[in-house]
């Protein structure tokens, strides 16, 4: 018989520092999906609300330096709670993560200045196509055709919206457009690296946010320096103290706080669930974008997105083919009026 405390020890749930493990599970749920509701839609506000402010377009770069700094003061600060600052990635891979980071943050940032935002979450959802390409290219990976068969709708609900954005957008820029395809060709590069190299070398997550956002900084601050940049965002911010230095400390804050509850959500439920979530949490945010903010709409919109939902959902299911036919199969036989204990018993998802 083990001693009552041993038994009663349970693994850390931690949400915004407050430990949940002992809470019940439904609470859980709610606890952490409420959490990245309330941050990310917290974040897509104060992201679009700061590009709104006249004169802001030309310094998404020099917000992500803002966000990098943040998000490296976080990191060092949870390191040291939490984990430790050991680094166990060479240098040089760190770098190539870094750049990446770089390109894909700040393409995303400074697009926002040319693009509607619903159009820029809707090109942030089809992640899998550049992926999907990353994994054949860099890990020689192989995808199904129901992977092939999701990018192809991503990519069809993707032109569905550039072309209604084409149509009732008065100031359509086809720079918004090669930013936010470059964020995410760079973003399937880094899920790539990181993958193939924290299971080389066995780095953390937090390792991982630590040393790429601080090299990040470096990157960052050295383009906007020799671009120029800086000297005319240093006045424009001061001038605006508070709706850009404010904005963008909130913006960052609710970012880094965002990442950490949706890898809990993960953790704790499992990537399907925490997608759900997230996906409903993205829909929910181009709702409230027309809402809040004032741009045109049409009906293609809701076509084109829910072309995308379907492909993600398409991608999912090639992800959890095995426990989505087992609830399947046992959703049929229950409706035909039997009870299949065989399939109950074997798919964990079903508990």
């Known amino acids: 018989m083990l001693p009552r405390h041993v038994n009663d020890d349970v693994e850390p749930i931690h949400l915004l520092g407050f430990n949940i493990a002992r809470k019940p599970k439904w609470l859980q749920f709610v606890l952490l999906s409420g959490a990245i509701f309330v941050l990310y839609i917290g974040y897509g506000y104060m992201q679009e609300l700061i590009f709104k402010l006249p004169g802001m377009k030309p310094f998404g770069w020099t917000l992500t330096l803002i966000q990098f700094l943040i998000y490296s003061g976080c990191g060092y600060t949870e390191c040291l709670i939490w984990h430790n600052t050991r680094r166990m990635i060479p240098w040089r891979i760190y770098g190539v993560i870094a750049f990446f980071t770089v390109a894909t943050m700040g393409l995303s940032n400074a697009s926002v200045g040319y693009l509607n935002y619903p159009t820029q979450v809707i090109f942030k959802c089809c992640k899998l196509i550049p992926v999907l390409i990353g994994g054949i290219l860099i890990q020689g990976k192989r995808y199904g055709w129901i992977d092939c068969g999701a990018a192809a709708l991503m ?94 400390l909130i913006f960052s804050f609710l970012g880094y706080l965002g990442v950490n509850v949706v890898l809990t959500h993960i953790k704790v439920f499992g990537a399907l669930v925490a997608v759900t979530v997230t996906t409903l949490r993205k829909a929910l945010t181009i709702i409230l974008s027309f809402l809040l903010f004032s741009k045109p709409f049409t009906i293609e919109y809701l076509y084109a997105g829910s072309v995308v939902m379907l492909a993600i959902y398409l991608n999912l299911y090639s992800k959890n083919k095995t426990s989505w036919d087992n609830m399947a199969r046992r959703f049929m036989a229950r409706a035909m009026g039997y009870r299949d204990v065989s399939v109950t018993r074997k798919d964990p998802m079903l508990v």
Request: aromatic share 18%; charged share 15%.
């Open 155 to 248: 990519s069809l609900g993707i032109i569905m919206f550039t072309l209604a954005d084409n149509k009732v957008s008065p100031n359509f820029d086809s720079r918004g457009y090669i930013m936010i395809s470059g964020a995410l060709l760079a973003d399937a590069v880094i899920g790539n690296i990181q993958e193939k190299n924290m299971k080389k070398y066995g780095g953390s997550s937090n390792e991982v946010v630590l040393y790429s956002y601080g090299i990040g900084s470096v990157f960052i601050f050295t383009y906007v320096v020799f671009s120029g940049e800086i000297f005319s965002a240093i006045p424009f911010f001061f001038e605006n103290s508070w709706k850009t230095f404010g904005y963008a």
